[in-house]
């Protein structure tokens, strides 16, 4: 966290602590638990930190909390998501500025960040208030097919989950709401029906891919 620049380097055991309390916002450390709940009900195949996660999805709100937004818009969000998927065929940093102001005047935060040790984390969405909704993506993996699909199934949560639910998104999840964020950015990335066709041919050639890829 230090190195990361979450918290300031401390020089003792009470300044450490101090500085986890202004980073968590609580009054005694074990509130941790209460507070993010949702880091310490989840379970996963990985071995993991409840506490690494918890301050992993805390920086989220966080760096969430000092970004503008326009008030939610289901329907704009909806009808920018051509525009979002169109920056994957560009580098990040042609397409990180953009994408977070597109996402701002939707009524998405989105923020990036590596993850820690034992926080085996792909994504994360929580409505911060019933007008603003937090998509936070970690960089785990880092690979631009790992990253959009994150980013997609995050918005698939934002737009078929309720405001009162909190997702943490792990490899090995398939419960229903999982499979629904996962089936969502399956269609806006590769539609199923140019799939289909696709596939149909027989031919799974480089050539042939990079023909699709660029039709769709």
């Not at 300044?15 to 507070?35: H, S, Y």
Request: neutral net charge.
């Amino acid at each position: 966290m230090c190195e990361f620049g979450w918290i300031p380097k401390a020089f003792s055991v009470e300044e450490k602590i101090t500085n986890l309390l202004r980073f968590f916002g609580v009054d005694r450390l074990n509130a941790v638990r209460q507070v993010h709940e949702v880091a310490f009900r989840k379970s996963t195949k990985h071995a993991i930190s409840h506490e690494a996660i918890a301050a992993w999805l805390r920086q989220g709100e966080i760096e969430a909390g000092q970004i503008n937004t326009k008030d939610f818009d289901r329907k704009k969000l909806i009808e920018a998501l051509p525009s979002i998927r169109s920056f994957s065929k560009k580098h990040p940093q042609e397409y990180r500025k953009d994408l977070q102001t597109i996402l701002s005047e939707c009524g998405v935060a989105l923020v990036i960040n590596p993850t820690l040790p034992k926080a085996p984390i792909n994504g994360a969405t929580k409505w911060l208030t019933p007008t603003k909704a937090l998509v936070h993506l970690s960089l785990r993996n880092a690979f631009a097919d790992i990253f959009w699909f994150s980013m997609f199934h995050e918005l698939g949560h934002i737009l078929k989950g309720g405001k009162k639910v909190s997702y943490v998104d792990y490899d090995n999840e398939k419960n229903q709401d999982e499979i629904d964020a996962d089936e969502f950015a399956q269609e806006v990335l590769i539609p199923f029906k140019d799939y289909k066709v696709f596939t149909e041919t027989g031919d799974f050639s480089l050539k042939a891919v990079q023909s699709f890829a660029d039709l769709i």
